[in-house]
């Protein structure tokens, strides 16, 4: 009887350091998709808790908090504290997919593990994430929703829109109202000086800057994503824009 329960109790201790161990192999650096293309993700577990950091940018993170679903130790869920992105990882190797949503959207990745130290340096890896050469080429606009997912009704001119993100950094925006403008200046020779637009991609945020001729220049910042050849443009309060691709990205 003794030796029976010797034995359970070992089992028992071999079951629990296993999964300890598996659990702690998820710990590390992972580089890959979760909102956009690029990002990082540092997942770390301290005293039996999970919590992840998701940079977007060089600068900008997204904390998170994280669980281990039931004995499912190859899998792990995560949220940040509003609930606005919350997403489950799907570890295999050294490779992990992402399933999950912002803001009501449908998010899915893939992410791969570059270091197994949560505290490596990441300086190499934040570099990836100043621009992404995905965006760049031509896109127009084919939809957009308010702040409550409801379809705002485009007129014919607004379908003509489009930008133009160029890799050297410059954006042109393209519309009906900026050709009549023009055609009407050179009617009545009256110079005409168009506003400049640069643009810069930090993952999962494009921030475009407007440089208007004779006044203070402003940005703008929408958190984006792709969908197929579907861009879809976030605004600070929830509005929606999707743009389909014209041209391919520039490799």
């Known amino acids: ?36 293309k690029h990002n990082i993700l540092i997942l770390t577990y301290v005293n039996q808790a999970w919590n992840g950091k998701l940079f977007v940018s060089e600068k900008d993170f997204i904390l998170l908090e994280g669980k281990t679903l039931s004995s499912e130790t190859t899998t792990l869920e995560f949220r940040d ?21 912002y803001q009501g959207l449908p998010v899915t990745g893939e992410l791969v593990r570059k270091s197994t130290n949560p505290n490596a340096s990441i300086k190499s890896w934040l570099r990836a994430l100043i621009c992404d050469p995905d965006l760049v080429g031509e896109w127009k606009l084919v939809r957009e929703t308010d702040q409550a997912g409801k379809d705002k009704y485009l007129t014919a001119d607004d379908k003509k829109f489009r930008y133009r993100f160029y890799a050297n950094g410059l954006l042109y925006l393209d519309f009906p109202e900026k050709k009549r403008i023009q055609d009407i200046s050179s009617k009545y020779g009256v110079k005409y000086t168009d506003t400049s637009y640069s643009w810069e991609a930090r993952n999962g945020k494009l921030v475009k800057s407007a440089n208007p001729p004779g006044r203070p220049s402003y940005k703008s910042e929408n958190f984006y994503m792709f969908k197929g050849d579907t861009l879809l443009l976030i605004s600070p309060a929830g509005s929606k824009s999707y743009f389909l691709r014209v041209t391919p990205p520039k490799q």
């Not at 659990?23 to 956009?36: C, E, N």
């Not at 609930?83 to 949503?101: C, N, Y």
């Open 1 to 36: 009887m003794f030796l029976e329960n010797c034995c359970f109790a070992l089992i028992v201790l071999i079951s629990y350091a296993a999964n300890i161990f598996q659990t702690y192999t998820h710990q590390g650096i992972y580089q890959g998709s979760v909102l956009g």
């Open 81 to 101: 504290k509003t609930g606005t992105l919350q997403f489950k990882i799907f570890f295999q190797s050294e490779t992990a997919r992402v399933a999950g949503s």
